[in-house]
């Protein structure tokens, strides 16, 4: 598909933790974005630090959006919001039950937060003592 990307990104920013697994959990919450994004939408990635030394990375889309309800079941494996749409879609239902998996593993929480018609925001946010500190020059 065909969409407006925008990023937001503190090149200066790092986070401690296995890499492969962390950049399976950025990808995973990117492409669902894309996934779940119209044509023609836009989808912003933001990486900053926050006021209490920690970091957050967010994914915020114009898509579809999730119904509240479906909200709290999102990270089950296999769990979908729609499943006449998953084989036109693609994925197998475990892109944000691994996400979770990896937060935790990395003292991270998944935040999720959505309005059907309008689009959502998918975000990991990392704790201080997981951002790397840069080396006195």
């Known amino acids: 598909g065909r969409h407006v ?18 950049t399976s959990a950025l990808s995973n919450l990117l492409t669902n974005a ?8 836009t989808i ?3 990486w900053e630090r926050e006021a209490d030394g ?4 967010s994914v915020q889309d114009t898509g579809i959006g999730i119904p509240a309800r479906h909200l709290p ?6 769990y979908r ?19 979770k998996h990896i937060a ?6 998944l935040l999720i937060s959505s309005e059907q018609g309008k689009g959502s925001v998918f975000a990991l946010r990392f704790p201080p003592d997981r951002v790397a ?3 006195a020059a």
Not at 5 to 22: C, N, P, Q, Y
Not at 34 to 41: A, E, K
Not at 54 to 57: N, P, Q, S, T, V
Not at 90 to 97: D, F, N, S
Request: glycine share 14%; charged share 30%; aromatic share 6%.
């Open 81 to 99: 919001v729609d499943r006449g749409r998953s084989r036109a879609v693609g994925g197998t239902g475990l892109g944000l039950a691994i996400t």
């Open 34 to 41: 894309v996934r779940y994004t119209p044509d023609g939408g």
């Open 133 to 135: 500190v840069e080396a």
């Open 104 to 109: 935790m593993r990395h003292d991270a929480e």
């Open 44 to 46: 912003t990635v933001r």
């Open 5 to 22: 990307l925008e990023w937001h990104v503190d090149e200066t920013l790092d986070v401690l933790g296995a890499e492969t697994e962390l």
């Open 73 to 78: 079941r999102l990270t089950e494996r296999f």
């Open 54 to 57: 920690g970091a957050r990375y």
